[in-house]
T-cell receptor, first 114, second 113 residues
Framework: AQSVAQPEDQVNVAEGNPLTVKCTYS??????LFWYVQYPNRGLQFLLK??????LVKGSYGFEAEFNKSQTSFHLKKPSALVSDSALYFC????????????FGAGTILRVKS | DTGVSQDPRHKITKRGQNVTFRCDPI?????LYWYRQTLGQGPEFLTY????????KSRLLSDRFSAERPKGSFSTLEIQRTEQGDSAMYLC???????????FGQGTRLTVV
């Protein structure tokens, strides 16, 4: 079955430093991978996706993610963190053989301190 | 606002009562999804529609839960005989058939007392 793991419950980073939020996945066949961000009492906002093509994908708010097929990973990155990036981040995977649903990880809290 | 909208934003109900939530998707999107999210967890898939057809239901969706999408536009999610375990955030999302990302509404937070 398809699944997503976010190994870190929380990531702390200083403002201006690079950040990485980790995600690994398990799915048969080609994966379709997504990152979403959730602010308190809000719905999920789409950040970026990997479907095919370049392993480095760029998304909203300066975020990017690197797809690594051999390591089955899709880590979220940003070169310089902002305090306003503090939020809950979810990685999600969709495998075509499992229909159209997105399967989400448990989420990682990102705290950026000034 | 052309995003996904959900109503109500908050609902407090007594155990045993029925509740109904509404979702209005982005107008050109023909796929609509319902998810449930509890504190500290990622969203869990409940069901999805393509136009008016309900194509998949999760095993999480007990007989007390029913969803409809008449005419392929807005959708409703009804929970009958609510239980305390139903307390959660209920999220609706929509997408274009030919695209892969889903866009989420702000959710309906249900508290069963």
């Amino acid at each position: 079955a398809q699944s997503v793991a976010q190994p870190e419950d929380q990531v702390n980073v200083a403002e201006g430093n690079p950040l990485t939020v980790k995600c690994t996945y398990s799915v048969s066949g080609n994966p379709y991978l997504f990152w979403y961000v959730q602010y308190p009492n809000r719905g999920l906002q789409f950040l970026l996706k990997y479907i095919t093509g370049d392993n480095l994908v760029k998304g909203s708010y300066g975020f990017e993610a690197e797809f690594n097929k051999s390591q089955t990973s899709f880590h979220l990155k940003k070169p310089s963190a902002l305090v306003s990036d503090s939020a809950l981040y979810f990685c999600a995977v969709r495998g075509l053989e499992y229909g159209n649903k997105l399967v989400f990880g448990a989420g990682t809290i990102l705290r950026v301190k000034s | 606002d052309t995003g996904v909208s959900q109503d109500p934003r908050h609902k407090i109900t007594k155990r045993g009562q029925n509740v109904t939530f509404r979702c209005d998707p982005i107008s050109e999107h023909n796929r609509l999804y319902w998810y449930r999210q509890t504190l500290g967890q990622g969203p869990e898939f409940l069901t999805y529609f393509q136009n008016e057809a309900q194509l998949e239901k999760s095993r999480l969706l007990s007989d007390r839960f029913s969803a409809e999408r008449p005419k392929g536009s807005f959708s409703t999610l009804e929970i009958q005989r609510t239980e305390q375990g139903d307390s959660a955030m209920y999220l609706c999302a929509s997408s274009l058939q030919t695209h892969y990302e889903a866009f989420f509404g702000q959710g309906t937070r249900l508290t069963v007392v």
